[in-house]
């Protein structure tokens, strides 16, 4: 029976917390272990096991490395998605925002071929199950302010500050 795999992490944003199923990353989540990870991972994957694991999908390696100024050591990282089709595809698509550039939500939602579900696209970033994997830091608003981030907009800062990012 597949087990979720999961350890807690030290970084330069705080402890986070790494899970994994079936070898691929399911969730990064700011802060330790907390009941709305049990939740989560339990409404994913109802009755398997968690497991503790030093570096599960090989997510802490590749933090480690990208913490270290490696900014394309995230790229590789297999995930499993666990969303609507929507969040998916938006979830899918931050990935082509790369280390050093930012997109707004406006042409997220451009990229995503709905233009004009700027908020919808926003809702679904708020929700990305693998924060810095999935870039959502790297989503700001048209008028390039960092607007809302589900880690806080000093881990969005410092993120973006990190990548090399020029904020105004």
């Known amino acids: 029976m597949p087990v979720i795999e999961m350890t807690i992490v030290a970084s330069p944003v705080g402890p986070l917390t ?18 709305m990870v049990a939740t989560q991972l339990t409404r994913w994957y109802q009755r398997e096991t968690v497991r503790s694991s030093g570096d599960p999908a090989g997510a802490v390696t590749a933090l480690t490395r ?6 394309a050591a995230l790229d590789g990282l297999e995930v499993t998605l666990n969303g609507t ?17 930012t997109a707004s939500y406006a042409e997220l939602a451009r990229r995503v071929g ?8 926003g809702a679904a970033n708020g929700a990305n199950p693998v924060a810095i994997v999935l870039p959502c830091h790297r989503i700001i608003g048209t008028n390039g302010s960092l607007t809302g981030y589900g880690g806080g907009l ?15």
């Open 154 to 168: 000093d881990r969005k800062r410092w993120l973006l500050e990190h990548e090399k990012v020029r904020l105004f």
């Open 114 to 121: 709905s233009p004009a579900a700027v908020r919808a696209v």
């Open 66 to 71: 990208y913490f270290s100024g490696d900014m």
């Open 85 to 101: 089709p929507f969040q998916t595809r938006v979830w899918e698509t931050l990935r082509s925002v790369n280390a050093g550039t």
């Open 18 to 35: 790494i899970a994994a199923h079936r070898g691929r990353l399911c969730l990064l989540h700011f802060g330790e272990a907390s009941d």
